[in-house]
Structure formats: C-alpha cells, structure tokens
Nanobody, 121 residues
Framework: QLRLEESGGGWVQTGGSLRLSCTNS????????TGWFRQAPGKEREFVAA????????YYGQSVRGRFTISKDHAKNTVYLQMNNLKVEDTAVYYC??????????????YGQGTQVTVSS
C-alpha cells in the first residue's frame, strides 16, 4: 500500500518560492504516476501538476504553467513541486496522490494529508 506524505509548505510573500515534497514511505513496487492537487477554502480541488513514473512526461494546470515545476528523485521515492513567483491565489492546502495506471491522467488515489501554503501580499 502506498503511503504518501507531503512536506515543505509554509508562509511566503508574493513573488517568493517554496518547494514541496511528496515522499512515499509505503509500497514502492508499483510504477505509479504522481500528481499534485490543491484546495483553497470554499473551492473545489484543483489539479496542479503530474509526472509519470519515468519522469519523462509532465503535465501542468493552466494556472501554474510557467511558474511551477514538477520533478522526481527515484532514489528517494520523492516527487517535488518547485513553486516560483507565488501569488496570493496560490494559497491552499496542497496534496499529492498516486495514479496507479502510470499515465498521469488519473484516476488519482492514496492522497496524503496535505501541506498548507499561504501566500500574502
């Protein structure tokens, strides 16, 4: 069973950067894709980015394209989300999840507990 855990959230001013990590401390035998999602208060969960198991294919949501970068370190069983030029509207709880088909297009399961990102002006 996968066990995904997010870290790296925090508070930052507009224009700043943060790097989130998603580490799997459970079963690492499957070749799953990893996605990042976020949910702000009163809003629906939003797709942020995804990466296939190989790391060769990456996908981004429209609102973060050009500012966020997803990457992975196989040796550490960790997927990163580098977030640059942060905006107030990026404030949300960020979650990572697994796509066991490996395609990166879902469905996503095994969501972590989330990490809070707060961006203030």
């Amino acid at each position: 069973q996968l066990r995904l855990e997010e870290s790296g959230g925090g508070w930052v001013q507009t224009g700043g950067s943060l790097r989130l990590s998603c580490t799997n401390s459970g079963d690492t035998s499957s070749n799953y894709a990893t996605g990042w999602f976020r949910q702000a208060p009163g809003k629906e969960r939003e797709f942020v980015a995804a990466i296939r198991y190989s790391g060769a294919n990456k996908y981004y949501g429209q609102s973060v394209r050009g500012r966020f970068t997803i990457s992975k370190d196989h040796a550490k069983n960790t997927v990163y989300l580098q977030m640059n030029n942060l905006k107030v509207e990026d404030t949300a709880v960020y979650y990572c999840a697994a796509d066991k088909s490996g395609r990166g297009s879902g469905p996503f399961t095994d969501y972590g507990q989330g990490t809070q990102v707060t961006v203030s002006s």
